[in-house]
C-alpha cells in the first residue's frame, strides 16, 4: 500500500459538484492499493499515517503527529498511486490491486481510523473527484510499508 499524505490547512472532496467529504486543518491521505496487499499492512500504514510527525510543535519542528494535534484526515483512494513508472511513457498497472480487493482495503482502512482516531472524512471509491485542498507549507509525503 501507498499513500500520498499532505499537511494540509482545509481540504474537501467532491463528487458531481456535492462535497461528500472535508476536514479542517490535517492531512489529506490518496491511498493506493497493490496486489499483495492485505489487512496486516494496511493496518500498519494507517498508523504510520496517524503517528507521523509532520506538523510544528512550539519550536517549529516536525515533532507533531496529526493524532498530537486532533487534526482531521481526508481519505481518497487513488488507483494511479500503484502505477509502475520506472519505464516507457504510459504507467503500467499490473501492480494495482483488483477493483474488488482495492475497495476492501479502502472500507477497511477507512474503518480502522475510524476506530483510532476522529474526524474521518472519505472520498467515494472509484468515483470521479475534484480534491480541494491548501496544502501547508507545502508539506507532502509517500508513505509505503
Do not use: W
Request: hydrophobic content about 45%; some cysteine; proline content about 3%.
Amino acid at each position: 500500500m501507498k499513500a500520498l499524505i499532505q499537511r494540509v490547512c482545509s481540504a474537501h472532496v467532491a463528487v458531481q459538484d456535492e462535497t461528500v467529504g472535508e476536514i479542517a486543518r490535517g492531512v489529506l491521505v490518496l491511498l493506493g492499493v497493490e496486489r499483495h496487499d492485505d489487512r496486516a499492512l494496511a493496518q500498519k500504514l494507517c498508523d504510520k499515517i496517524l503517528r507521523y510527525r509532520m506538523f510544528a510543535d512550539a519550536e517549529g519542528k516536525m515533532n507533531l503527529s496529526v493524532r498530537d494535534i486532533a487534526g482531521g484526515v481526508l481519505v481518497v483512494s487513488q488507483f494511479t498511486l500503484a502505477a509502475d513508472t520506472r519505464s516507457g511513457l504510459r504507467p503500467s498497472f499490473s501492480s494495482g490491486a483488483t477493483p474488488e480487493q482495492a475497495r476492501e482495503l479502502y472500507e477497511y482502512s477507512i474503518n480502522y481510523l475510524r476506530q483510532q482516531h476522529a474526524p474521518i472524512a472519505t472520498g467515494i471509491f472509484a468515483a470521479d473527484m475534484q480534491v480541494h485542498l491548501i496544502n501547508d507549507g507545502p508539506v507532502t509525503f509517500l508513505l509505503s510499508v
